[in-house]
């Protein structure tokens, strides 16, 4: 029961880190979580210099306490300091103005680790310094873990138990049933960080839920399940949609209406045979600036 419990909370978590790392121009971690006790590279990214500066000229990262650093890796043109331990730092410092990232270029900072044994929220703090002042990046919310409305959010790592899934999962909804309506559609964008698949999908709303895909084939849209899973390779951030892949609810148990939420749990399995599960819960109704798809999406089976 206890442990149920910590597994929904962990995953709201997960949910919440996504939609704050969608602010581009922080330095933040990659979308996803990590299983307790496992290496980790955190890798830091850099997509602006600081305002009103030209160039990064320095990173300073703050390790966090449960973090265990290996070894960090070294920038060519960059000298790197490593402080390790409690309270330990690693920074990396541009020997010159030519060796410093431009504002217009993306780069990754990457320090390589082993999460700490129990599930959590780490928070990274980063000081990046530029041509012009400094930008630190120190930011951590005063309760729960949203970084939304901070304007200098610390870089966040959901550490989660074993068996929940690290994958990030964003913007997600279900579409609105109508009266006599038996099926819907749920949608998200899915992001793994060392790769897995999605292989099934349950939720007390619907009698079947099943991964579907759409395409059309001549001039008929069609749609299938996915009986082999959906793939999310390592990083890439998959999107379930109208008209494209989506959840498919079927055996719909009551109306599903807008302003309530459905809650779902989501099955993944990596190429290891690894089997992980993540409990979200998704609002009912487009969100704004969603492709709603239309007529294009009234299923039929
Ligand atoms: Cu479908």
Redesign the pocket.
Known sequence: MNRHLTLRTVAAAVLLAGSAAAVLAHVTLPPGGVTVGSDYDAAFRVGHACEGAKATTGLAVKLPPGFVLSEAQARKGWKLDVQKGAGGEVRWTAENAQAALPGTEKAEFVVRGKAPATPGTLWFKVLQTCDVGSADWAEVPASGNSTAGLKRPAARLDVVAQGVATVDVRDGWVRQSVPGQSGT?AFMKLTSPTGTKLVSISTPAAGVA?V?E?KMEGDTMK?RELSAGLDLPAGQTVELKPGGF?V?LMDLKGAVAKGTNVPLTLKFEDAKGVKTALDVTLPVGAPAGADAGGAAHQ?KH
């Open positions: 559609g099943e579907h759409m749609m989506h498919m299923h």
